[in-house]
């Protein structure tokens, strides 16, 4: 799938949950690999905060992101909109150090970018493909995040809390075309036994009953509700009855525990790329939650590039019979079996490395390696392959070497492995030359690299 961002830009106005503030919004188109950022126009210089893991600065009743001096808040409602509807690329603009609240979800967001439009760009998305289980838990609060592989980015969310109205509740989502419809309308949530903490901290001045979810499940005096009721601008309640104080009726019976899934998307988004993974969370929270988008980030900043999914019983995009018809090369020199993915940007070729190679014989006898220098050339091949591809009478052209950048070897490849060679089009192809960064895997680890520059010449 190709990266996308918004057709047009679109503006919400609210007042902020913990400012009070009459805030403004924007959402703007950005070009490919941008990811999310977010502007302070009320600040002089306009400074930018790009909306990443490592820049989460505090996590109490939401996600703060902050660069220096700069802080921006409770974001997490419009970037859950952002990344459930498939945006890779957006700049945002606001006039304050907090989103507006809006009714407490995500909804409004989603429907503004429904009226924008959203548009396919040129790059292909980047995917983060979960392997390997991860998993973080907070001992103090029984929290515990449990991150598997999955075909898609779904959820399955837990939460409990000591209270006779949500003791446990439980959300699901499967697909993220499941958010629009399930998740997006649920609203953020707070007990009345909260609402006075909070407010010394400083915290929800522009909460109401219009913007959360009010629970009231612990008797207080009537005093003491009214004064919390005329702190926060809302009729006075009956002390006696215990229940929700809103007279909206709930979107759903467990809000509260679609309104924390919509949370972790948020909070998600914070790794940079759409996630292919199944997410398990009990008791899920921001810190939490930031803590697991925090590993997931080291984890791509030590992987330039994820290693290729295979799967041996998928059907192959070609096969050795279509190769030999692209590529010139013969026994022993033909360097790829077949290719399991190909897009107009890359593509992936596969060789299995077998005891009967022909350079095992002097390379070394008793310790057989394969020679750098051959996993240079089966790259460059899986390369030639995708140029030609693109031609309409490949047969007739071959693919040459001009240069050779960076290679690095990091690993011996021995009979038994199987070589994943992922390799890029770094740059448009012109005049038939193609430069192209190539990299090959054995399991998860990077065996060798190399930068190449070819140009595709017609065969006399």
Do not use: W
């Not at 989460?56 to 952002?82: M, P, W, Y």
Request: charged share 25%.
């Amino acid at each position: 799938m190709k990266q996308r961002t918004l057709q047009n830009s679109f503006t919400l106005q609210g007042i902020g949950l913990h400012t009070g503030l009459d805030i403004v919004v924007t959402f703007n188109p950005a070009p490919v690999d941008h990811g999310y950022k977010i502007r302070r126009l009320d600040l002089e210089d306009q400074p930018v905060i790009d909306a990443l893991a490592e820049h989460v600065v505090n996590t109490q009743r939401g996600t703060v992101l902050g660069k220096g001096d700069v802080t921006v808040s409770t974001i997490e409602h419009g970037l859950s909109a952002l990344y459930a509807l498939g945006i890779d690329n957006c700049l945002i603009d606001v006039n304050a150090s907090e989103f507006p609240i809006l009714d407490g979800s995500a909804i409004a967001y989603v429907r503004e970018i429904r009226k924008a439009g959203v548009v396919e760009q040129e790059k292909d998305k980047d995917y983060y493909i979960v392997r390997n289980k991860m998993e973080v838990t907070d001992p103090e609060t029984g929290s515990k995040l449990t991150l598997l592989p999955d075909d898609a980015f779904c959820i399955n969310s837990f939460i409990e809390f000591d209270s006779h109205y949500i003791p446990n509740q439980s959300a699901s989502m499967d697909s993220m075309t499941d958010f629009e419809k399930e998740i997006a309308s649920s609203r953020t949530f707070v007990f009345v036994r909260e609402i006075q903490q909070l407010r010394k901290a400083g915290l929800i001045k522009g909460g109401n009953l219009d913007n959360a979810i009010v629970i009231y499940e612990r008797k207080l005096t009537q005093k003491e509700l009214n004064d919390i009721a005329d702190e926060i601008g809302v009729p006075h309640h009956n002390a006696e009855e215990l229940g929700y104080l809103n007279h909206r009726k709930l979107a759903f019976p467990n809000e509260p525990a679609r309104h924390k899934l919509l949370d972790i998307i948020g909070d998600m988004s914070l790794t940079g790329k759409p996630i292919k993974g199944r997410l398990i969370a009990h008791k899920p929270g921001h810190k939490i939650n930031n803590q697991l988008a925090r590993m997931i980030r080291k984890d791509i900043k030590l992987n330039e590039v994820q290693p290729p999914v295979y799967d041996v019983k998928m059907e192959p995009v070609m096969d050795n019979i279509r190769i030999r018809e692209l590529l010139p090369h013969r026994y022993p020199f033909l360097m790829v079996d077949k290719v399991i993915q190909m897009t107009d940007t890359f593509i992936v070729g596969v060789k299995n490395i077998t005891t009967n190679e022909p350079y095992f014989t002097g390379h070394f006898p008793q310790e057989p390696v394969m020679p750098g220098v051959l996993q240079v050339e089966a790259m460059a091949q899986t390369g030639g392959l995708l140029v030609l591809a693109k031609l309409d009478e490949p047969e007739r052209y071959s693919t040459y070497f001009l240069k050779i950048d960076n290679v690095k070897f990091r690993h011996k490849v021995v009979p038994g492995d199987t070589i994943l060679f992922r390799v890029e089009l770094t740059s448009e192809m012109r005049r038939g030359i193609a430069t192209m960064r190539g990299l090959a895997f054995i399991g998860d680890k990077v065996v060798s690299e190399a930068d190449f520059t070819a140009q595709i010449i017609k065969n006399k």
